[in-house]
């Protein structure tokens, strides 16, 4: 599938926008809550940051191919 740079750019945006925001949440958790929350919470983390990186890598991928 032929990727658009247009759609490359908002795909890499995107996952900053995603990194950046899910990295902010896990800096801003008030400390007094149960061990589970901070767990929750860190999954949550881990998973939008991985998925964000995949979004970004499709990104370039697509912005790179285009430039060929």
């Known amino acids: ?6 759609v ?4 890499v945006a995107l996952a900053v926008l995603t990194i950046f ?3 902010n949440l896990g ?4 400390d007094g809550h ?6 929750v919470h860190g ?6 940051i991985i ?3 995949a979004l970004g890598a499709v990104g ?3 912005w790179m191919k285009g430039r060929a």
């Open 21 to 23: 925001e899910w990295i």
């Open 34 to 39: 149960e061990t589970s929350f901070y767990v």
């Open 27 to 30: 800096f801003n958790l008030a």
């Open 43 to 48: 999954v949550l983390i881990a998973v939008n």
């Open 1 to 6: 599938m032929d990727m658009t740079r247009r």
């Open 60 to 62: 370039v991928r697509g």
């Open 51 to 53: 998925l964000g990186l």
């Open 8 to 11: 490359s750019i908002f795909l």
